[in-house]
Structure formats: C-alpha cells, structure tokens
C-alpha cells in the first residue's frame, strides 16, 4: 500500500510565558525528560519531545512539543512537518494545556482530537533555553490516525436497471468502476458489497479498519428504440464516505448519459460503461 503523504500545518500560538534565555534556572530537568525521542514501545499513548538553544522559554516549549507530534506520525511510516497550537482550560478544578493539530492526509485536513500537554520542564543552559514536553494521545484517536493513515477504503455498489436486474451489479461493471476508482487513488479492499451504506455498515467498516466506504449506485433505463436500435441512459451517483465519523467526505452524480444498441440489455450496458467513463473524468481532481 502506499503510504499517504502526511503534513502538519504548524501555526503555533503556545502560552507558555516569554521566559529570557538569560535568566536563572537551577530546577533539573525531570528525569522523563530523558526520553526525548525515544520509542515506548507499540502502545505507547505518551510521547516527550525536547529542544535545545531556543531564544525563549515559549520558542523552546513550541519546537519541543513539535518534536512530540512528530513522534506520534513517525510510527505511522509519514514524512512529518510539525505545527502545533495549545490552549488552557479548566477540568474538574484542575487547570489542562489541551494541544491542537492538523495534519494532511490524502490533501484532506483532518484534525487531532483529545492531545493534552501532560507535563513541561524548561532549563537554562549557556547555549540557550532547554524546553522538554510530555504530549499525550488517546488510545481510540490514535488507532483512527493508524487507521486513515492506511487510507484503505471499502466499495459498496448497487445496480438498479430495467433489464439487468436490481440489486448486484454485473461483474463487468463491478470491474470497470474498480479500475476507475483505482486510477483515482483510491486503496480498495478486494471484496465489493452490494449493501446500503448506512450507519450499521460503516460501523463493521471501521471495525475492519477501513477508513472510507464509497457507496455507488447505478440507473439505467431504455429510453427510446428508433429502427430497431435500442437506446438507454444511465446515471452512477457515488458517495465518498469517513466510516469511523459517519459522515460524507465527498458527493457526485452523473448527468445523465445515453448508449445504444441492437437490444435494451446490450443499451443498457453501454451506457452504464459510458457513464463509469464519465465519472472518471469527474474525479479527476479528487484524491480518495
């Protein structure tokens, strides 16, 4: 699978203080602070970021928190530019730096939910200010960043015709909307459903992992037979879908587009090919 392009836009507005690399600091730092950098192990939900040489206890604050974020992407395989934005608020009399980021995935910004600034230590040093920071994620947002960092998706598809039938649709055009939705980026699972994409059919998506259900549905009717050629038309409506959110991500439906042929069946084919085509072109500036 390829792996998606990851990019955290940073703006960073951190209250942490203005503190002066000059000014005195004897408090050592703590002994968590050690762990800067380093792997806790496949369930790690903590991750400590350090800097070094900051001008400022808040610049030095900043990059060390950025430096945590980036841990936390790192062990989902990305390439990582760090940004982050913390804010204080208060929690059953308890005062918590809550730590807000988005980051890119497949061009779509996708917020990261639940980050809290659990610990912070700042030191001077004669090279500049020491900033170290203990971030803390969720165990379920971080199995949904795992999950849509995999970007896997999940094809459910219906056919509703005059003489195919309602219900599943004919294997040649199962394939020909796959090949599609695969020159479009998107990372399919090799199984198709047939089943209505509704809130118990994301629910078993996002169990298996998958990040997105793209839900199709097929029309085509005849419309008119002249000299004994029959004509159809056809419409592919598609739904780009977040399962772990319940929620569209993406929305299209086709004009509606004709094909002919000596019978309504073979009519009906062509122009349900026609209007898969016709689909493809739509996605073209659409990244799955």
């Known amino acids: 699978m390829t792996k998606s392009s990851v990019f955290f836009l940073l703006s960073v507005s951190l209250t942490f203080g203005t503190g002066c690399a ?4 004897v408090a050592p730092l703590p002994p968590w602070c050690q762990k800067a950098g380093l792997s806790q192990g496949v369930n790690q939900l ?18 060390a928190t ?45 917020e990261v939910r639940g980050l ?47 003489s195919l039938g309602v219900g599943a649709c004919p294997s040649a055009v199962v394939n020909s909307l796959q090949s599609a939705l695969s020159r479009r980026g998107a990372n399919l699972l090799p199984t198709i459903d047939a089943e209505a994409a509704d809130e118990a059919f994301m629910k078993r998506a ?6 997105s259900v793209i ?13 004994g050629e029959h004509y159809a038309e056809a419409t592919v409506s598609l739904r780009h879908l977040d399962s772990g959110d319940q929620r569209s991500l993406f929305s299209h439906t086709t004009k509606p587009v004709k094909g002919g042929h000596f019978s309504t069946r073979e009519a009906e084919l062509q122009a349900i ?15 799955f």
Do not use: F, W
């Not at 000059?22 to 600091?25: E, G, Y």
């Not at 030191?123 to 960092?149: F, H, N, P, W, Y």
């Open 116 to 162: 809290l600034r659990a610990d912070h230590a700042i030191q001077a040093s004669d090279r500049g200010m020491i900033g170290c920071v203990a971030v803390q994620i969720d165990a379920a947002e971080k199995e949904r960043l795992t999950i849509l960092a995999r970007n896997r998706s999940i094809l459910t598809m219906r056919c509703k015709t005059q």
């Open 273 to 287: 090919a026609d209007a898969v085509v016709t689909l493809e072109t739509s996605l073209k500036d659409y990244a």
């Open 22 to 25: 000059t000014a005195p600091d």
């Open 206 to 211: 996002y169990e298996k992992r998958v990040a």
């Open 66 to 110: 950025g430096h945590a974020l980036g841990q936390i992407t790192s062990e989902l395989g990305v390439t990582v530019e760090s940004t982050s934005e913390a804010s204080q608020s208060e929690s059953e009399g308890a005062l918590q730096t809550t730590v807000r980021a988005t980051v890119k995935m497949a061009s779509k910004s996708v």
């Open 46 to 63: 903590t991750y400590y970021g350090r800097s070094e040489g900051a001008s400022t206890s808040s610049d030095a604050l900043t990059l």
């Open 215 to 227: 839900d199709v549905v097929i029309e085509s009717s005849e419309v008119d037979v002249i000299n």
